[in-house]
């Protein structure tokens, strides 16, 4: 130190420490700051994170033998035959997910959607060998007409009409014969008026008093289902599906819609998609008393994928904040294609 630089002056007893000349005047009471500072900290107060057991893992089954097609749009998910799906379904369990939701692909396909209820068919073949091997695995059937159909619409169609009436008989046959096959969970997606109570009759009166029902209660007529419709072979083959799904820009029809689900007999709930419609999820986990679910979809799922390919961001941090979003907005349970990477995520210690 030369003689033209001053030492610091030092606190003495009846001092104060000169402050430093970028520090404020005076220094803030609250400091949120302090409940941040290490990994644990962070972790004792964290008021909400995801838990294996809040994840449900989309899969799609079709028929065949040794099948297992890539989904191009949607990345490391796949077609399996009820073969390759079994063997899937070892590392499903083994990450720790215990729930999934099965889509079918059937071999052929009609006016009236009559695979949907086909025993044969590729979903309820896959249910029987899924109990057969004693899986720990709740077992999710997928309700809707839209995959089985020739023209790809969720109800039978007259002229261009979309027929509810009629398509809610279809609907609770499909529902039964899933049921037979050992689905735990039936869970309708085709938005017709009064599809919950006659799915409801129709299990009751075929044995399945303790079958529950998961209802697609606000399903909204979203652009996020491509990739989906691509994966299922689903797309409406004329016209759109906004006759019977919702209009995204409406939030107390979603309530309502909510509201007589549960009265015809829905024991949960589900609303898809999710990130768009965080405030519906928030209002009906304030309003029903029924566990709630959302539906992380594809085009969610594929979008932040592809992003992450493309280097423009972290797609595993980007997946994991949706999904604790989705449970901070009130889920009880999440629908999601990242489903098993985020079960092997919390193993690693995600949220610690």
Known sequence: MTHHQSRPKLATRNSQPERHPSAPATVPLSRPRRLRTTALLRSLVRENSIEKNDLIFPMFVCGGARVKNEIASMPGNFQFSVDTLLQELESVCKAGVSAIILFGLPDRKDAFGTEAYSASGPVPSAFRAIKKEKLPLVCIADVCLCEYTDHGHCGLVEGEEILNDPTLEVLARTAVALADAGADIIAPSDMMDGRVAAIRAGLDAAGHENTAILSYAAKYASAFYGPFRNAADSAPQFGDRRSYQMDPANGREALKEIALDIQEGADMVMIKPALPYLDI????????????????????????????????????????????????????????????????????????
């Open 281 to 352: 999820v928030y209002q009906v986990r304030q309003q029903f008393p029924v566990p709630v679910a959302a539906y992380h979809v594809s085009g969610e799922f594929s979008a932040i994928m592809a992003a992450g390919q493309n280097g423009w961001l972290d797609a595993e941090r980007a997946m994991m904040e949706c999904l604790v979003a989705i449970k901070r907005a009130g889920a009880d349970f999440i629908l999601t294609y990242y489903a098993r990477q985020a079960a092997q995520l919390i193993d690693q210690g995600w949220f610690r």
